[in-house]
Every structure is written in C-alpha cells, then in structure tokens.
T-cell receptor
Framework: DQQVKQNSPSLSVQEGRISILNCDYT??????FLWYKKYPAEGPTFLIS?????DKNEDGRFTVFLNKSAKHLSLHIVPSQPGDSAVYFC??????????FGAGTILRVKS | NAGVTQTPKFQVLKTGQSMTLQCAQD?????MYWYRQDPGMGLRLIYY???????DKGEVPNGYNVSRLNKREFSLRLESAAPSQTSVYFC???????????????FGPGTRLTVT
C-alpha cells in the first residue's frame, strides 16, 4: 500500500514556463513533507520542505504548497530551466520517523 | 567535508555470493539509513539506525543485515545475493529521528549492484 503517490511518471515543460509536480498521501499522521531532486548516477539532494502547520513554503524559484484536507502537495518551479531536468521525489515523515518516498516524477525542461 | 560517502560505486556478484556495502558520514549525524531504488518504485527503506548502537528494519529488510560500526559508519551486508537484489543502493544520514527538528536526510552517491 503506497502511502505517498506521485501519479505522473513524467512531465515535459518548455524552458521559462512553470513546472508543477504533484504528490498525494494517505497517512494523516504525516506532519512534514520534503522534495528531493535526483540527477542520473547521483544521490538525491534535498530541495525544499514544508511542515504540516503551513500551507506554503517558498525558496527562490521553488514553492511547495500543502493542502492537508485533500492530502495533496505540489512543487512549483518558476521559471523552469534546462538544469531542472531530473527526477523529483516527494517524501513524507510522521513526527520525525522514517521518510516514506513516492515513486518519482521525471521532469524534462526543453530549451 | 565529504558528506556521505559509499563504496564501492559499482559491483557485480554471482548468485549466492556475499558482499558488504560501506557507508560513512562526516556530518556528526545520529541517524543513518540504507535504501534501495528500483525503477518505478522510488526509494524503499531497507534498514535504519536511529543512533549509534541501534538498528531497525525498514520496509524491505529480507536478505540484508546491517552494522552500525560507530557514529560515522553504517554497513549493509548481503549474505547470499539473489538476482532480485539487483538495484541501486543509497546510504543517507540525518541529524535527528523521532524527536522533531529537521527531518532532512543527506544521501551518498549510491552503489549500483548487479546480481547475475
């Protein structure tokens, strides 16, 4: 039973436009959510996170939105750049315990 | 400051062989983790160590053992490798677990393992 789901295996966006990556979760005990970015042949790197007490967190071109009632979060990248092409993983944690990861979404930014 | 390092980077094993994957972190983190990544499956937790001297099973522990050698090092052992263990293995570390604070985990570069 997947507790964290990324239903879009891939997404293709034109350079300069907005990229929106989505993530759904089922466990209402999750209180902290993270996005990781992964390039081929490298380990995942932390991108941005959000606590369940907030509904938005922004860091430069990256913004994460959390809708607790819908158990949904999204990552917005504006403007998208070719260097953003990577696999993006959504992850969730309940009160500091282990992270549960989604299956990932491959983002391709076309120039 | 190297962060999280893993050895080896690549390994090919025959079915039934054993090997140990090594991981070390220099960030003075208390918690360490081993994940495997398979296509379409994301990252799945194999074992973790919340603090030096403790280890616990994750989502997919069968066929693996771990040792938290000291605060810096956390190894993963395959006693009798099987083709189903062909995967990319990542080690990670974090500052805290179970006590609040930052839940961010820092990952190593991975070990690509093929079992034939």
């Amino acid at each position: 039973d997947q507790q964290v789901k990324q239903n879009s295996p891939s997404l293709s966006v034109q350079e300069g436009r907005i990229s929106i990556l989505n993530c759904d979760y089922t466990n209402s005990m999750f209180d902290y959510f993270l996005w990781y970015k992964k390039y081929p042949a490298e380990g995942p790197t932390f991108l941005i996170s959000i606590s369940s007490i907030k509904d938005k967190n922004e860091d430069g071109r990256f913004t994460v939105f959390l809708n607790k009632s819908a158990k949904h979060l999204s990552l917005h990248i504006v403007p998208s750049q070719p260097g953003d092409s990577a696999v993006y993983f959504c992850a969730a944690s309940d009160y500091g315990n282990k992270l549960v990861f989604g299956a990932g979404t491959i983002l391709r930014v076309k120039s | 400051n190297a962060g999280v390092t893993q050895t080896p980077k690549f390994q090919v094993l025959k079915t039934g062989q054993s090997m140990t994957l090594q991981c070390a972190q220099d960030m003075n983190h208390n918690s360490m983790y081993w994940y495997r990544q398979d296509p379409g499956m994301g990252l799945r937790l194999i074992y973790y160590s919340a603090s030096e001297g403790t280890t616990d099973k994750g989502e997919v522990p069968n066929g693996y053992n771990v040792s938290r050698l000291n605060k810096r090092e956390f190894s993963l052992r395959l006693e009798s490798a099987a083709p189903s263990q062909t995967s990319v293995y990542f080690c990670a570390s974090s500052e805290v677990i179970g006590t609040g604070g930052s839940y961010e985990q820092y990952f190593g570069p991975g070990t690509r393992l093929t079992v034939t």
